[in-house]
């Protein structure tokens, strides 16, 4: 995908952010309700988010060099770790405004326009959210998806929110503020949770899913004509790159350019399929043969 578009939505991702954190805002200022403050102090956590994100698909599309041969594309997965952080410390920060609404805030005001304001914020978010997810798996960036599911739980809460304050407007129950804002602390929580957990995955070097697997196996196995066999098929995924290598084994008389040219017959054939695709194969005469793993049809 091109990286100059790629860029323009992390920076586009910033510009949503203040346009919503400042609708939000001015929620919480004409109601002076404890749960829209929460709402809205999630959206700080959107900004610094999309800065992370920005920086990190910047760092990350930048090619191998000495330092970095395998390329820079676990960039991407600190900047989502850095995001499930900053996430635990503003659900930190909502708990304890919501112990400072239990013990001494006062009701919300009732104001037309501050919901408003607030239903406006979420419809933009949702929006945003949907492009940055659908655009993120295209184009295999682990920050931008991040950043879209994220907003898709700030969604979620919001519309919670707004629902229970217009309950505690209506029957002046001002403990429901409060609560309210604990349970978008709590949903905070565990989004934080969620995307660090996902991307130490990718820290961790994970395989690839098993439908790529199967994919890699079956093109292996119609692209090897003239190999024997093939074998120890390993997979991680950084980013937007996919690692694959595998043993491929050949008739021991087999010319080495024989051999080469099925191995280019294969790696254009996962790369075709498998975008990112960085295939290394060892050849291996027959009698290294292990009679197990991809049979070449």
């Given at each position: ?26 929620a919480y ?30 760092f ?39 112990w400072?609404?239990?013990t ?13 304001l ?22 295999r960036?682990?920050?931008?998806v ?6 898709v739980?700030?969604?979620i ?15 002046g129950?001002?403990?429901l ?83 080469h ?7 254009t ?29």
């Amino acid at each position: 995908m091109n990286l100059r578009r790629r860029l323009q939505i992390a920076f586009l991702s910033i510009l949503v952010g203040l346009v919503v954190l400042a609708l939000k805002t001015a929620a919480y200022l004409l109601t002076d309700s404890i749960a829209l403050y929460s709402d809205a102090l999630e959206t700080t956590v959107n900004i610094a988010s999309a800065f992370a994100t920005l920086a990190a698909v910047w760092f990350a599309a930048k090619p191998a060099d000495s330092n970095h041969p395998y390329g820079h594309d676990k960039a991407e997965y600190f900047a989502a770790v850095l995001i499930g952080v900053m996430i635990v410390l503003a659900a930190l920060t909502i708990f304890r405004a919501a112990w400072i609404g239990f013990t001494q805030g006062d009701s919300p005001h009732f104001s037309p326009m501050g919901i408003g304001l607030n239903i406006v914020a979420a419809m933009i978010n949702g929006a945003w959210a949907n492009y940055l997810i659908h655009y993120g798996r295209s184009a295999r960036s682990p920050a931008l998806v991040a950043d879209g599911k994220h907003l898709v739980t700030d969604v979620i809460s919001s519309v919670g929110v707004l629902a229970g304050v217009v309950l505690v407007m209506l029957t002046g129950w001002k403990v429901l503020d409060s609560v309210l804002a604990v349970l978008v602390g709590l949903t905070v929580l565990w989004s934080g949770w969620g995307l660090v957990k996902e991307s130490v995955g990718g820290l961790m070097d994970e395989a690839a899913s098993g439908e790529v697997l199967d994919k890699i196996r079956l093109l292996i196995s119609e692209h090897g004509q003239g190999a024997l066999e093939a074998h120890d098929l390993r997979t991680r995924t950084a980013g937007r790159s996919t690692f694959i290598d595998f043993h491929l084994v050949v008739p021991g008389d087999m010319a080495v350019e024989a051999a080469h040219d099925i191995c280019d017959r294969i790696e254009t054939a996962i790369a075709e399929d498998v975008p990112g695709a960085r295939i290394t194969i060892h050849v291996e005469p027959e009698h290294k043969a292990k009679h197990s793993g991809i049979v070449v049809l």
